[in-house]
C-alpha cells in the first residue's frame, strides 16, 4: 500500500512561504548587486520591509504548478520547470510593466531570449530550481511550519496581510506622487511632502533595480 504524502499545498502555508521567498529573494540579490555592482541595491517591491515579492510570487506558483509532478523523473520535472518558470517569468515580466511600467530585468543582451524578458540560461536554471525545490526543499519548510501553533500562526497571518495591503497601497501612491515630481508639480498638503522627503524618485529607482524612465 503506497503511503500517503503529507505534504501539502493550502493558503496558510503558501502565505508564510510568500514571505519567505520574498526574504530570502531580497537577501541573495542585494547581496549579488553588491559584490557584482559594488552597490547595495534595495530590491523590494514595497516601501516599506525587505519584500522581493518575485521570488515569494514564483515560490508560491511554482510549489502550485509542481506539486502535482512531485513524483516524476528528474527529467520530466525538469522539463516541466523549464517551461513553466520561463511562462511565469515572462507573465510577470510584463504584468509589472502594464502596471508600474517599467520590468525590474532585461535579458535582451542574453543568448535566445523573447522580447528581453526570459532567455535560455534562466530557463534552464529554472528546470533545476523547480527539481532542487519541489523534492528537496519545500517538503522540509512545510514540515517547519506545521512545528508552529496554527491558530496562533493564523491570527499572524491576517495581521500580517493587513500591514502587505497598506504597504501595497503606500508603494502606489509613492509611486504616483514620485512620477508627479518627475514632472515637477509640487507637492499640495504634507503627506506628499512626507513622500517626497521619504519613498521618493531616487529612493524608488534603487527598490526597482534601477530602471525607473
Not at 553588491?34 to 510549489?63: K, M, Q, R
Not at 512545528?147 to 491576517?158: A, H, P, Q, S
Request: charged share 15%; hydrophobic share 50%; glycine share 8%.
Amino acid at each position: 500500500m503506497k503511503r500517503k504524502n503529507k505534504v501539502k499545498v493550502d493558503f496558510y502555508t503558501m502565505f508564510y512561504l510568500f514571505l519567505f521567498a520574498s526574504l530570502v529573494g531580497w537577501i541573495f540579490e542585494g547581496c549579488f548587486s553588491l559584490i557584482v555592482h559594488g552597490t547595495l541595491i534595495n530590491h523590494s517591491a514595497l516601501v516599506i520591509g525587505p519584500i522581493n515579492a518575485c521570488y515569494g510570487i514564483c515560490a508560491c506558483a511554482l510549489t502550485y504548478l509542481l506539486y502535482r509532478y512531485k513524483d516524476k523523473s528528474y527529467t520530466k520535472l525538469f522539463l516541466i520547470s523549464f517551461f513553466l518558470g520561463s511562462l511565469l517569468e515572462y507573465v510577470m515580466s510584463l504584468g509589472m510593466e502594464l502596471v508600474v511600467g517599467f520590468s525590474a530585468w532585461d535579458y535582451s543582451g542574453m543568448f535566445l531570449n523573447i522580447n528581453g524578458r526570459v532567455c535560455l540560461a534562466m530557463s534552464i536554471i529554472w528546470g533545476f530550481l523547480g527539481i532542487v525545490w519541489i523534492k528537496f526543499i519545500y517538503p522540509h519548510f512545510e514540515n517547519f511550519i506545521n512545528k508552529f501553533n496554527r491558530k496562533t500562526g493564523e491570527k499572524l497571518m491576517i495581521g500580517l496581510i493587513i500591514f502587505l495591503i497598506f504597504d501595497a497601497a503606500l508603494t502606489g501612491v509613492s509611486i504616483l506622487r514620485a512620477r508627479e515630481a518627475e514632472k515637477g508639480i509640487p507637492p499640495s498638503n504634507f503627506f506628499e511632502s512626507f513622500l517626497d522627503k521619504t519613498f521618493n524618485q531616487k529612493y524608488l529607482q534603487n527598490m526597482f533595480n534601477n530602471k525607473w524612465s
